[in-house]
């Protein structure tokens, strides 16, 4: 929830441990995660929790939300358990704890088990939040049970016997889900189970024999050796990430546990590996620290914008004003045009901002995505050029979304112009809609992505591509690969903020010289199909004469060139720098207030709360905001579902006069 600071300061909104925890979970950042994942704050205060967690240790979220964490530690390990929480406060940094540190869960009947956990600090603006992710090892623990029991067997049976334990080791080892192999101690591979089939696609034949160095990425040419030497001095490696590579040649995260073997007389002949796939995780890691990072930058961009905002209906209102005092054929009326059109710049510009922030006011509408495409499609070929063909390649007949017609537009429109800059001796430009149902392992790979039907957009050209540095920083704000003047870098940064703000989500595949291709994930809206919503009744305009308004606004300069704007309109005005002085006017009148005009965020009392105070004593009086900085209205006050008109800045005369109209109406 975005809070006006206690001192004042509109462009710089305040976000709690407990909103950014509720952030994750609207995301579905943490539903991604296979794991139980508990976000506490520093007391150790739960803040949120996932699905899985509720799964795990039996508490529905709204029990565990509120409790301190050791609700699910078992008694006897709650000491242990706070002195690992203070030892990461006074360190934070991403850690896994589980092997040796006999680390248990308590559920809530009771019943303990065995547990793996990765501890992860998440910054926000008043303090920091721990991310805890709590895997079962009960089967793991299992194993190695089973596994030390064998070998204990082994140690008292005849050679006869050997064949029947080795078949049930080897069963056990295969039955997890992890890679487990063992090597020599000049890294030749001696064992290699099922697990190690699934996740590295060579089978025991293709390997055992080989180095394990086969396993490893050119640039790590030195890590195997530097394993091998700890082994050789005793030492075991728990979960130590790194990256390995498989069979067809993908790079996978991988966090791998390593343990000397020893022989009959007790000397170390060679090694044991556990390692565990953590691709998944660090994906998912990965798009929170992405999420945070456009979190903190929507912020700047959004207050940027409303203070910009503000300057720009100053510059609007004079040249308004201006306008009618200067005569249309002199000279000098041309740079009052010129004024008009730059402030008319600015202000596309600020919404660029807004809509990358998702602080614009929108309206969303159940639609077609490819009767929209129809449309813009028209507006596209001759954006393109004569020398591009714009394909459209809807795969069912409908596809229906749920998003606001103009930022949808906004999209496309962004894609295309870079599309364009990428095909400068022309190609192709495609866009292809279906309908997909996602699967739990799309998802997986796709965090935070839940399973689900999805209406994509395939938006696709056969330019020059991108290499992989720079897909890494498409959606930075400002962040361009064109030239000086030539672009603001908030094109593909708008498109990434309207597209998460509609539920959706966006992925790009492109290469250097093979073009590139924009892949748009919106829910699937059919289920909404004939949700209408009432029509606005047009009403007459009323007469101005006798009608008064009390016009609120902190900006001194805009409050005194809207106030012109009305008064030469045939309004009355009483006006006020903020809240407190707005009551102190009314209490001085005695008449009837028509109209509250007034700003949202003021220093001391917003204009939400003076709303409320103003309609005590003059309940017939209509209310229009007015604010550069339209998320406030949404996300702290939700103020726009009860029908109250807001006016963005800058605004027009005309603009300016018709909200007015329409309200007293």
């Known amino acids: 929830m975005v809070r006006p600071s206690s001192r004042g300061d509109k462009s710089q909104p305040v976000r709690s441990a407990d909103a950014l925890a509720e952030i994750l979970i609207s995301h579905n950042l943490l539903e991604?995660?296979?794991?139980?994942?508990v976000a506490v704050d520093g007391a150790g205060t739960i803040l949120q929790v996932n699905s899985q967690t509720e799964q795990l240790f039996?508490?529905?979220?709204?029990?565990?939300?509120?409790?301190?964490?050791?609700?699910?530690?078992?008694a006897r390990h709650r000491r242990k358990h706070r002195g690992h929480r203070d030892a990461f406060a006074e360190t934070p940094k991403v850690r896994r704890m589980g092997a040796g540190l006999d680390l248990h869960g308590r559920r809530r009947d009771g019943s303990e088990f065995p547990v793996e956990i990765s501890l992860s600090p998440v910054s926000v603006e008043k303090g920091s939040l721990i991310l805890s992710a709590i895997r079962d090892i009960s089967d793991r623990k299992r194993i190695e049970e089973d596994l030390r029991?064998?070998?204990?067997?082994?140690?008292?049976?005849?050679?006869?016997?050997?064949?029947?334990?080795?078949?049930?080791?080897?069963?056990?080892?295969?039955?997890?889900?992890?890679?487990?192999?063992?090597?020599?101690?000049?890294?030749?591979?001696?064992?290699?189970?099922?697990?190690?089939?699934?996740?590295?696609?060579?089978?025991?034949?293709?390997?055992?024999?080989?180095?394990?160095s086969m396993l490893t990425p050119k640039d790590r040419p030195n890590e195997i050796a530097s394993i091998l030497e700890k082994i050789r001095r005793g030492e075991s490696i728990e979960h130590h990430?790194?990256?390995?590579?498989?069979?067809?040649?993908?790079?996978?995260?991988?966090?791998?546990?390593?343990?000397?073997?020893?022989?009959?007389?007790?000397?170390i002949a060679g090694a044991s590996v556990i390692a565990r796939d953590i691709t998944a995780q660090k994906k998912?890691?990965?798009?929170?620290?992405?999420?945070?990072?456009?979190?903190?930058?929507?912020?700047?961009?959004?207050?940027?914008?409303?203070?910009?905002?503000?300057?720009?209906?100053?510059?609007?209102?004079?040249?308004?004003?201006?306008?009618?005092?200067?005569?249309?054929?002199?000279?000098?009326?041309?740079?009052?045009?010129?004024?008009?059109k730059a402030s008319e710049r600015g202000a596309s510009l600020t919404r660029q901002l807004?809509?990358?922030?998702?602080?614009?006011?929108?309206?969303?509408?159940?639609?077609?995505?490819?009767d929209r495409?129809?449309?813009?499609?028209?507006?596209?070929?001759?954006?393109?050029g004569d020398d591009v063909e714009v394909l459209i390649v809807p795969k069912f007949s409908s596809a229906v979304i749920e998003a606001d017609p103009g930022q949808l537009d906004q999209i496309v429109v962004n894609l295309a112009v870079n599309a364009r800059d990428a095909m400068p001796h022309g190609g192709k430009f495609i866009l292809e809609t279906t309908t997909v149902y996602l699967d739990e392992t799309f998802s997986a790979q796709h965090g935070p992505m839940i399973p689900g039907k999805y209406v994509m957009l395939a938006v696709s050209d056969t330019g020059s591509g991108m290499d992989e540095s720079t897909q890494a920083r498409i959606f930075e704000p400002f962040f361009t690969t064109k030239e000086l003047g030539k672009g603001t870098g908030l094109g593909l940064a708008t498109v990434y903020g309207i597209v998460q703000h509609s539920g959706g989500h966006i992925w790009v595949y492109s290469e250097l010289g093979r073009g590139t291709t924009f892949k748009i994930y919106f829910p699937n809206a059919e289920h909404k199909i004939g949700i209408a919503t009432k029509p606005e009744v047009e009403s007459a305009l009323p007469k101005p004469e006798g009608t008064t308004i009390l016009l609120v606004e902190d900006d001194e300069i805009m409050r005194s060139l809207t106030r012109q704007l009305l008064v030469e309109q045939g309004y009355r005005v009483i006006e006020a720098a903020d809240g407190r002085a707005a009551l102190e006017g009314l209490a001085a009148h005695p008449g009837r207030i028509d109209l509250l005009l007034t700003d949202v965020v003021m220093r001391g009392m917003s204009g939400p709360e003076l709303v409320t105070r103003v309609s005590q004593s003059h309940p017939s009086a209509k209310v229009v905001y007015m604010s550069g900085?339209?998320?406030?209205?949404?996300?702290?006050?939700?103020?726009?579902?009860?029908?109250?008109?807001?006016?963005?800045?800058?605004?027009?005369?005309s603009a300016l006069l018709k909200t007015v109209h329409t309200s007293l109406g």
């Open 32 to 37: 991604a995660i296979p794991d139980a994942i």
């Open 373 to 384: 495409l129809k449309d813009v499609g028209k507006l596209l070929r001759p954006l393109m």
């Open 149 to 212: 029991r064998v070998n204990e067997e082994l140690e008292k049976r005849t050679a006869q016997q050997l064949g029947d334990y080795r078949a049930r080791l080897a069963s056990i080892v295969d039955s997890s889900e992890d890679a487990i192999l063992s090597k020599d101690l000049q890294g030749t591979i001696t064992s290699w189970n099922k697990g190690a089939e699934r996740i590295y696609g060579y089978t025991a034949a293709e390997v055992v024999g080989k180095p394990i």
């Open 284 to 340: 998912t890691e990965d798009h929170l620290r992405q999420a945070q990072k456009m979190e903190a930058v929507g912020r700047l961009a959004g207050g940027v914008a409303h203070d910009f905002n503000n300057i720009l209906g100053i510059i609007t209102s004079c040249t308004e004003l201006l306008r009618d005092r200067v005569d249309p054929q002199a000279e000098y009326s041309q740079y009052i045009t010129h004024i008009r």
């Open 354 to 370: 807004l809509a990358f922030s998702r602080k614009s006011v929108v309206q969303f509408q159940v639609l077609d995505l490819n």
């Open 58 to 74: 039996g508490y529905s979220r709204d029990l565990l939300i509120g409790q301190k964490v050791e609700i699910l530690v078992p």
């Open 241 to 267: 990430e790194t990256i390995r590579v498989t069979k067809n040649g993908h790079h996978l995260n991988m966090s791998i546990s390593v343990s000397p073997l020893r022989d009959t007389s007790g000397n």
């Open 629 to 653: 900085y339209t998320g406030e209205l949404i996300t702290e006050h939700e103020i726009l579902k009860s029908g109250i008109t807001l006016l963005e800045k800058p605004f027009t005369r």
